[in-house]
């Protein structure tokens, strides 16, 4: 009789590690894709400024009409690892879907009459597609500094007639810049 409950236990025992096996198989998988890719450059981009979402302040129509501007706020694109050897400087070029002023990026959502201006380190408009003035750069992590600000839009006067302010409509809005580096 000792030997049935004896096999009896071992079998229990057996079926409940397989049940709990069978359980831990199945609590949850996934896959993790990593993406990237190697430059030909003397500097790495932080994955924080290769992606990066600058907040914007909330802006009173009012301080955008007739071409008004909004406080810059602040951003920049940090470098890791920099080697630079002979080259101790590097510029941005911005590019984007660009608003009735082509310097400019449009602005999508339901705000409406104005659009977003990049400028380099001393507060200069960047035009679109242009390359900032060179920054200097240090080995090691470094990085670029801009900054951001909304500009109300105008309609172009004739000759030296000065422009017309465009309404500005309240809401939210959303708008992309590409980058490209140059190193010198």
Known sequence: MKVKTLAGAIMAV???TASVAAMAVDQGKGVITFKGSIIDAPCSIAQESQYQTIEMNQVANVA????????PTPFKIELRGCDLGAMKSATATFTGSPASNPDLLAIKG?????SLAIADHNGEL???????????????????SYSAYLQGDTIAG??????????IT????????????AYQ
Request: net charge negative; no cysteine.
């Open 64 to 71: 955008l009409k007739n071409g008004g501007k909004s406080s």
């Open 170 to 181: 309240p809401g939210d809005f959303e708008t992309f810049a590409n980058f490209t580096l």
């Open 14 to 16: 057996s079926l409940a």
């Open 158 to 167: 004739v000759g030296d007639a000065p422009g017309t302010s465009v309404d």
């Open 126 to 144: 960047i035009k679109l597609g242009t390359a900032s003035p060179a920054q200097t750069l240090s080995n090691g992590d470094t990085f670029l």
């Open 110 to 114: 339901s705000a409406r009459g104005a």
